[in-house]
């Protein structure tokens, strides 16, 4: 008894952790977070841009061509623009595209000072390698090579009014001069690829368990919310099953903890035997698995838990010569059949699954039944409590 009493114990502590995890996880947007990243970055460099402008148009003794207004209210859109487009509507979704038009506009920016700053002979000609090495940086190799285009033909335009002569000879020496631009942006452009291939590589592992090559925790959770915005949107079923291993203590302590290893690597094997190509499954802890099951009501649900709970138990491995089988205890919720909030399918199959765990393991419980069984203890607790409340009156009157 007290080691039943134990286990169930343990349980307990086991659903109470699970809560606690799921109320601290965040659906964490990792291109969210590197786009941002790279505005703020971009907002700095306009800046900079801004502040170069702005001193060299000050500088006595500098060539500028247009009126002082008009400098200055070029300066000030621009000031504007970079305001204006990066610090209203903070909260809102950052996007690559967004990225793309500071670039073009930096790019309209910077020709317009040249045009009015002596073109090609301008020292602030230089300033196009901000727009090159921000799009190599920020954006993709397609936008960057239009940009280098763009800012070709700009240069040759702007040499053409210097009155450079595009034979031969002057192409040539226009091609020399530019060529540094189009060498920063090619070795930008493959220093971000690599940085990116990397980046891949990392999302990939930091997203992978490593011992069953199934999901982890922090991957899935995006895809959960993911889902269940669609299944509430279009009112489809989406089905929850949480996955426990009964004895992998047990089996930790009797037989080492390969063999615990093992054991973990064969269930999530016969999970992914078990279920659809388009269920999405996870390995959520220690020796828990969650399974995402879109499209599939509550009776489906549950008769996918009984087989897969079958395979599992029917299922062996060797550890060192000694044969080692398993099982396992399964949660499940539904929406909308069980449960009227999508996003607490997760809390309660893990409901569920503790039920499970209560009630004597290898089972496969869903979130009503699980509420049938509690609701039938809470009456059966209340009249026994009536019962001895009546034998303890009766017993004070005599």
Not at 3 to 19: H, I, P, V, Y
Not at 235 to 247: C, E, W
Request: proline fraction near 3%; glycine fraction near 6%.
């Amino acid at each position: 008894m007290d080691k039943k009493g134990g286990k169930s114990r343990n349980d307990k502590q086991k659903f109470q952790m699970r809560s606690q995890d799921r109320d601290q996880s965040k659906d964490l947007n990792i291109d969210q977070i590197e786009l941002k990243g790279f505005s703020r970055s971009l907002t700095e460099i306009e800046f900079l841009l801004l502040i170069l402008v702005i001193l060299y148009t000050v500088v006595p003794g500098t060539t500028v061509t247009a009126e002082p207004f008009w400098m200055t209210l070029s300066i000030l859109a621009y000031a504007v623009f970079v305001l204006g487009f990066n610090y209203v509507n903070l909260d809102t979704p950052q996007y690559a595209w967004k990225l793309a038009i500071e670039t073009w506009v930096m790019i309209i920016f910077i020709t317009w000072i040249l045009w009015n700053t002596g073109t090609i002979q301008s020292p602030l000609l230089n300033l196009y390698l901000l727009v090159v090495i921000s799009s190599a940086i920020t954006l993709d190799k397609i936008t960057t090579t239009l940009e280098i285009i763009l800012i070709f033909a700009v240069y040759v335009f702007l040499g053409a009014k210097s009155g450079i002569e595009y034979d031969m000879a002057g192409f040539s020496e226009t091609m020399v001069y530019f060529s540094p631009f189009v060498l920063v942006a090619y070795i930008t452009t493959m220093l971000a690829s690599d940085v990116r291939y990397g980046k891949m590589m990392f999302k990939a592992l930091s997203e992978t368990d490593e011992m069953t090559d199934l999901l982890n925790k922090r991957s899935f959770i995006p895809m959960f919310n993911k889902a269940a915005e669609v299944a509430m949107k279009y009112n489809q079923p989406l089905s929850v099953m949480m996955i426990d291993a009964d004895n992998l203590k047990e089996v930790n302590d009797k037989f080492g903890h390969k063999a615990g290893d093992k054991l973990i690597v064969t269930i999530a094997g016969t999970i992914e035997d078990c279920l659809r190509t388009s269920d999405i499954i996870c390995r959520y802890g220690g020796d828990e698995f969650v399974a995402l099951l879109p499209q599939l009501p509550a009776t489906r649900a549950v008769e996918t838990g009984e087989r897969l709970r079958s395979a599992v138990e029917n299922t062996s491995f060797d550890a060192d010569g000694k044969k080692i089988k398993s099982t396992v205890s399964i949660g499940i919720a539904t929406y909308p059949d069980e449960v009227g909030n999508v996003f607490e399918l997760l809390e309660k199959a893990d409901e569920a699954l503790y039920e499970c765990k209560r009630t004597g393991r290898n089972l496969v419980t869903s979130y009503s039944s699980a509420q049938v069984v509690s609701s039938v203890e809470h009456v059966s607790t209340a009249s026994l409590y009536e019962v001895k409340q009546g034998g303890s009156r009766k017993t004070d009157k005599t």
